[in-house]
């Protein structure tokens, strides 16, 4: 049987939802908390080992939200190798559990949670042992996590049936959070982690440090800025590529949250969850979004805009959603699709498709989009 180490971070992305751009440290976690943010990363983390069979694993973890209420869920034999100090876990809690899970000698180790987490954890295992990350995150840089659970969970299906992979090191990488939260983006190489190499199902390094094309962000932002139409509400999520837009409208809008636009005004500055549903309510009326990928990893959905609920963009409609890319930014991905994380599945599965998207001044490709269980699995 694979001898599997399990570590959930409880609260890894619980700001993302609620416009706080991380969820690093208890005064934030709280303000989450009363915002009405939900805990994600169990949920998550239930979706990738859902594809594991009793007899296939057994599971090694700290008990309760940090593993052993997740094995039990899903009726997967689970051993007990700790606990979190207090109620509520802290980093601490991530050490000591990858210390545990090292010291008894597990085959792999897969964790769920966010860049801090993936730093936590290589502070005690280096390249000793094999992880793979399951994203739950706000800020998801590193290249140790696989595109989403599904994905993390056919490379466990792979290693559970033997069918073992390569390894590989992998950057983790860090960002500031408070700088973050000011619209500064300061990352920096942390260490490495040791992955199996599956690139279909891990995702690429953000790559936030390339140069970009600035005449080419503003070719796109014209084009866009010629399609506003008057009386829609538009919901602008964060990128350098969007903010160039606003910037054609002589707006300043964020740079790392999302916006809400209305006949060329801001109609409110980074938002979260909430205040859009309210904004929805109010307006009645047509609304689209507007969103661009993430540099080297090509996320379009669930990283670092978590504002952009599933509810949200299903109520907006896939009709209505607008992508903007260089084609700088599309070729740096070099031939791989456009990656989707909503937090749902099944929407996921629904926006999977070929999709158009702006690359310049009255100019469009089609580009794949999708990362659903269904491609993963016929993939193999």
Known sequence: ??????????????????????????????????????????????RALSV?????????????????????QLGLRFESVGAAAAAVSEESDTRRAAQQLLSIGVDVIVFAGGDGTARNIADVVGVSVPVIGVPAGV???????????EAAGCILQRLAQRQWAPLVEREVRDIDEHAFRSGQVRARHYSELLVPEEPQWLQEVKNAGAAVDELLQLDVAASLVEQLEPDVLYLVGPGSTTRVLLEQLSLSGTLLGVDMLLNCELL??????????????????????????????GHIFGRGNQQLAPDIIRRVGRDNIILIATTEKLQALNGRPLQLDTNDPELDQQLAGAWPVITGYQQQILYPVGNTRKNETDSR
């Open 52 to 72: 594991l069979e009793p007899a296939e694993a057994i599971l090694f973890g700290f008990d309760g939200a940090m593993g052993g209420e997740t094995a039990q």
């Open 268 to 297: 409110a500055v980074d938002v979260g969850a909430h205040e859009i549903r309210r904004a929805l309510d109010a307006h009645g009326g047509e609304a689209r979004i507007i969103v661009t990928a993430i540099g080297g990893q």
């Open 1 to 46: 049987m694979l001898r599997l180490g399990i570590i959930i971070n409880p609260f890894a992305g619980i700001g993302g939802s609620v416009a706080l751009k991380g969820s690093d440290g208890a005064a934030t976690r709280e303000l989450a908390l009363k915002r009405g943010a939900p805990l994600r990363a169990a949920v998550r983390m239930r």
């Open 139 to 149: 800020k998801i840089h590193s290249g140790v996590y696989a595109n989403s659970p």
